[in-house]
Structures are given as structure tokens and as C-alpha cells.
């Protein structure tokens, strides 16, 4: 397992565990409080420095490129869904014209770690796959 593997699987691991502990602890503390499971998440700060010395090759680098992609659409979608779904469910169901500012915080948040999610799910999936770099 190289480097970008044992990245991936802490983003995973640590971005679940941190999405588990917010929803167990919003149906008690309200939503905002509970976003202080979000800190759990911080633990990737250790990431770039998991063995970082590890020589890379044009296949590990086509990996992490399209990895990135993915994870960065991944969370511009969750980011532009939850705005939109928080704004249609605060006027459709409650008349308002306004979503509170904490809810767009949370929404920033979520879109975050789905950032790391879907980067470290395409990172171990794409390492099982064949890619064009191999070929060469």
C-alpha cells in the first residue's frame, strides 16, 4: 500500500467517523452544536506527512489528478444541492424567504469532507483499475 492509499483510507475513515458522531449527536444538541463533530475530521492535517518521501510515477500522479476532480465536483455538487435544497425546503414548507446562516455554514462543511470522501474512494478505486499511464 503506497503512500496515497494510506491517505485515502484516513480521509475515509476519519470523514465517516466524523459524519456518524454529527448525526448521533444532532437529534440531542440541535445542528449546530452537533458540527462540532466536524473537528474530528481535522486528524487529515497529518496527511502530508505520511511517508511524503515515497517516490511517485506518471501512474500516481494520474491517479491523484483524477481523484481531485472527482472529489472537487462530488463536493461542488453536495455544495450547490444543499443551498438550493435548504433554501426550497425553508420557503416551500415554512413560507420563509431566508435560511439561516449556521445552515450554510454546515452545508460548506459537509461539502468538505465529501471533498476527501470521494477523493480517497477514487484513489482506492482507481489503484484496482488499469489506467492509460499504464500502458506507456
Known amino acids: 500500500m503506497n503512500a496515497e492509499q494510506k491517505r485515502a483510507w484516513l480521509a475515509i475513515t476519519s470523514g465517516i467517523a466524523s459524519l456518524v458522531v454529527f448525526a448521533a449527536m ?3 444538541v440541535g445542528p449546530v452544536p452537533a458540527a462540532a463533530a466536524f473537528a474530528l475530521f481535522a486528524v487529515n492535517g497529518i496527511a502530508p506527512f505520511m511517508r511524503r518521501n515515497d517516490p511517485t510515477d506518471e501512474r500516481d500522479r494520474t491517479i491523484a ?20 435544497g435548504a433554501w426550497f425546503i425553508a420557503y416551500a414548507f415554512s413560507g420563509r424567504e ?28 482507481l489503484y484496482g483499475r488499469k489506467l492509460e499511464a499504464d500502458d506507456a
Open 26 to 28: 444532532a437529534p440531542f
Open 65 to 84: 489528478r483524477r481523484a481531485t476532480l472527482i472529489g472537487a465536483m462530488a463536493s461542488y455538487l453536495v455544495f450547490v444541492l444543499g443551498c438550493m
Open 98 to 125: 431566508q435560511v439561516s446562516v449556521h445552515l450554510l455554514a454546515l452545508i460548506t462543511g459537509l461539502g468538505g469532507i465529501v471533498l476527501y470522501l470521494a477523493r480517497g474512494i477514487a484513489v482506492l478505486t
